[in-house]
C-alpha cells in the first residue's frame, strides 16, 4: 500500500509539474504576442511630437484617405464577388457548377503582389495590350487615355481578385446550412427570388459574410507589396519607408501605432458582430435549399459571372506569369537561386514547427486550466492575425535593438568587448515575428482538431496513470495529426508569401523568393519576377487544394 501510495504521489507531483511547464509555455507565448503592440505604442509616446506633427502637416492625412479608400473599396469588392459568386452556385444550378465551385477558391493561392506584378506586364503603357491598342487604332501615345493600373483602385482590383474567396467560402457555407423554409416563406408572401434573397437569405447569413469581409479588410490594411509596388501610400508604405528611406525609428512606431489601432478595432468588431449576431431555424423541420435549373441567357450569364474571378484572379495571372518566366534570364536551378529556395524553406519550415509548437502550448493549457488566466493567453496569442507585418516587425526591432546597443555598451566600458547585434538582424527574431503574425491560423487549426477529443479521453487516461504530458503526447497528438499537419501547411505557405515583416528583420545578405520577386519588380525587371512568383504560387496552392477537396466533399 505504501508503495502505491508513493506512485500515485509520485505521478501528481510529475502531474503538477507538467501543468505549470505547459502553463509557462502559453505565458511566454502570450507575452511575445503582446511584446511588439507594447514595444510599438511605449516607443510612439516617447518619441516626441515634433516627428508626429510633421506628420500631420504632411503624409499622414494622404496615409489615411488612401488606406480608408482602399478599405472601403476591397470591401464593396469582396462582397459583390463573394456573395453573389456563393449564391449563385448554391441556389442555381447551370453547365458547369460543380466545376466553378471549385475553382472561385483558386485565386486564394495567389498573394496580390504577384498578381500586380502580372497585371501591370499586361497593362501598363508597353504592355501587350496598349500596344495592340496603338497599333490597330493607329493611336499615338496622347490620343487616348487608359485606365492606370498603378492607382489606388488598380491595388483594391488586385486585392479584391484574391481576397474574394474568404467571403465566398464563409457565405457559401451559410448559405448551405440555411433552411428553405423561412426562403419560401417569403415567396409565398409574394416576393420575388430576388427580394426573398435580399430580405431573407443575405441577413441570415450576415454574420459569415461580415466575418469574410472584415477578414478581407484585415488583409489590406496589413499588404505592403501591391500598394509598394504600385506607388500608392498608405500605412504599410509609411512604415517601411520612415524605417529605411528616412531613417526614422520614432516615425515608423507612431505610424506602426495608428495602423495598430486601426487593425485592433477591426478585430474587436469582427469579433463583436460574430458574438452577438446570430439566427436560429425555429421551426421544427430543416429543409435544404433546393437549387434552381437555370436555362439559356440565365444559365450563360451565371457561369460568365462565376467564371470571371477565376479567370481574372488564377488562369490569366499564371498563363502571364508562366509567359513572363520563360522570356527572362532568371535560372531557378542556379546556385542564387537555389539559395533563395533554401532561405525560403528554412525560414517557413523553422517558423511553422515553432508557431505549431506554440499554438499546442496556449492550447492544451486552456485545455487543461481552464480560466481566466489560460483564456487571456489564448486571446493575447489571437490579436497577431489583426496586427500587419510591418507593425510587428518594428514592434520587435525598436526594443531588442535597444536591448542589443545597451548590451554592447556595457560589455565595452567594462570588458572592452564588443557584442554587436546579438538579436538584431537574426533569423530567431524574425521566426518569432512570424510566430506572433501566424499563431491564430495555427490555433484555430489546432482547437478546430481537439474539439473531436471528449474529455472523457483525457479523464481515461489520467485515470490510466498518465501525466498532463503523457496524455498530450500518447493521446491528443496522434489523434490531431490531421489537423496539425493542416496548422502546419496554413503558416508554412503564409510565411512564404509574408513581405513587410521579411524586408525589414531579415539578416543581411538573406533574401527569400518574395525579397527577389520584389527586388526585381521594383527594379522593373518584371520578366524575372515571374519566376520567384510563380514559385510561391505553386507553394501556396497547397493549403488551397485542401480547401477545394473539402468544398467538392460537400
Not at 506512485?7 to 511584446?35: D, M, P, Q, S, W
Not at 503592440?37 to 516626441?48: P, R
Not at 436555362?295 to 508562366?322: E, K, M, R, Y
Not at 482547437?447 to 498530450?472: C, F, I, K, W, Y
Request: glycine fraction near 8%; hydrophobic fraction near 55%.
Amino acid at each position: 500500500m505504501a508503495k502505491i501510495e508513493l506512485a500515485e504521489h509520485g505521478t501528481r507531483n510529475r502531474g503538477a509539474l507538467g501543468t505549470r511547464f505547459v502553463g509557462c509555455i502559453a505565458y511566454i507565448v502570450a507575452a511575445a504576442c503582446l511584446l511588439p503592440m507594447l514595444a510599438v505604442v511605449v516607443a510612439a509616446v516617447t518619441g516626441g511630437t515634433d516627428t508626429i506633427a510633421h506628420l500631420l502637416s504632411t503624409v499622414l492625412p494622404e496615409y489615411v484617405l488612401t488606406t480608408a479608400i482602399l478599405v472601403l473599396l476591397v470591401s464593396a469588392g469582396t462582397f459583390s464577388v463573394g456573395v453573389g459568386a456563393a449564391w449563385l452556385v448554391t441556389m442555381t444550378r447551370f453547365p458547369g457548377v460543380r466545376f466553378l465551385e471549385i475553382a472561385l477558391v483558386l485565386p486564394l493561392a495567389f498573394p496580390a503582389y504577384v498578381l500586380a506584378y502580372a497585371y501591370t506586364f499586361i497593362l501598363d503603357h508597353p504592355g501587350i495590350v496598349q500596344s495592340t491598342l496603338r497599333q490597330v487604332m493607329d493611336w499615338g501615345p496622347r490620343d487616348y487615355r487608359f485606365p492606370e493600373i498603378r492607382s489606388t483602385e488598380g491595388a483594391a482590383v488586385m486585392l479584391i481578385l484574391v481576397l474574394y474567396p474568404y467571403v465566398y467560402l464563409l457565405a457559401r457555407a451559410a448559405f448551405l446550412q440555411q433552411s428553405a423554409t423561412a426562403f419560401l416563406a417569403a415567396r409565398a408572401l409574394g416576393n420575388s427570388a430576388w427580394a426573398a434573397f435580399w430580405r431573407v437569405s443575405l441577413p441570415m447569413a450576415r454574420p459569415a459574410i461580415a466575418g469574410g469581409v472584415l477578414l478581407a479588410v484585415m488583409e489590406t490594411i496589413a499588404d505592403f507589396g501591391t500598394v509598394a509596388y504600385f506607388g500608392v501610400q498608405t500605412f504599410a508604405t509609411g512604415i517601411y519607408t520612415s524605417w529605411f528611406s528616412m531613417a526614422d525609428r520614432a516615425a515608423a512606431a507612431q505610424l506602426a501605432s495608428c495602423l495598430l489601432v486601426f487593425a485592433l478595432v477591426m478585430a474587436v468588431a469582427e469579433r463583436t458582430q460574430r458574438g452577438k449576431a446570430k439566427y436560429y431555424q425555429t421551426g421544427k423541420r430543416h429543409a435544404g435549399m433546393g437549387a434552381a435549373q437555370l436555362n439559356g441567357w440565365q444559365s450563360v450569364a451565371a457561369f460568365t459571372l462565376c467564371s470571371i474571378p477565376v479567370l481574372l484572379g488564377f488562369l490569366l495571372p499564371v498563363f502571364i506569369l508562366v509567359q513572363m518566366g520563360m522570356d527572362s534570364e532568371q535560372d531557378l536551378f542556379s546556385r542564387r537561386y537555389l539559395g533563395f529556395i533554401r532561405n525560403s524553406l528554412l525560414l517557413a519550415g523553422t517558423a511553422a514547427l515553432v508557431t505549431v509548437c506554440a499554438a499546442i502550448g496556449v492550447g492544451f493549457f486552456q485545455r487543461l486550466r481552464p480560466g481566466r488566466g489560460s483564456n487571456m493567453a489564448a486571446y493575447l496569442a489571437r490579436l497577431g492575425y489583426a496586427v500587419p507585418g510591418g507593425v510587428i516587425a518594428v514592434g520587435l526591432m525598436v526594443p531588442f535593438a535597444m536591448f542589443d546597443n545597451t548590451l554592447d555598451a556595457w560589455m565595452r566600458q567594462n570588458f572592452g568587448i564588443s557584442t554587436g547585434l546579438l538579436v538584431t538582424g537574426s533569423i530567431w527574431l524574425l521566426i518569432a515575428a512570424y510566430m506572433v503574425r501566424f499563431l491564430a491560423a495555427a490555433l484555430s487549426a489546432y482547437e478546430g482538431g481537439l474539439s473531436t477529443v471528449h474529455s472523457n479521453m483525457d479523464a481515461a487516461a489520467r485515470s490510466l496513470g498518465q501525466t498532463p504530458l503523457g496524455t498530450l503526447r500518447r493521446v491528443h497528438l496522434p489523434i490531431l495529426t490531421p489537423s496539425l499537419l493542416t496548422a502546419l501547411l496554413i503558416v508554412f505557405v503564409d510565411v512564404m508569401k509574408e513581405l513587410p515583416a521579411t524586408l525589414i528583420m531579415r539578416p543581411f545578405n538573406f533574401d527569400t523568393l518574395a525579397v527577389q520577386a520584389y527586388r526585381l519588380a521594383s527594379d522593373e525587371r518584371l520578366e524575372g519576377a515571374a519566376v520567384p512568383s510563380l514559385v510561391i504560387l505553386a507553394v501556396g496552392l497547397l493549403p488551397v487544394i485542401l480547401i477545394c477537396r473539402q468544398v467538392g466533399r460537400r
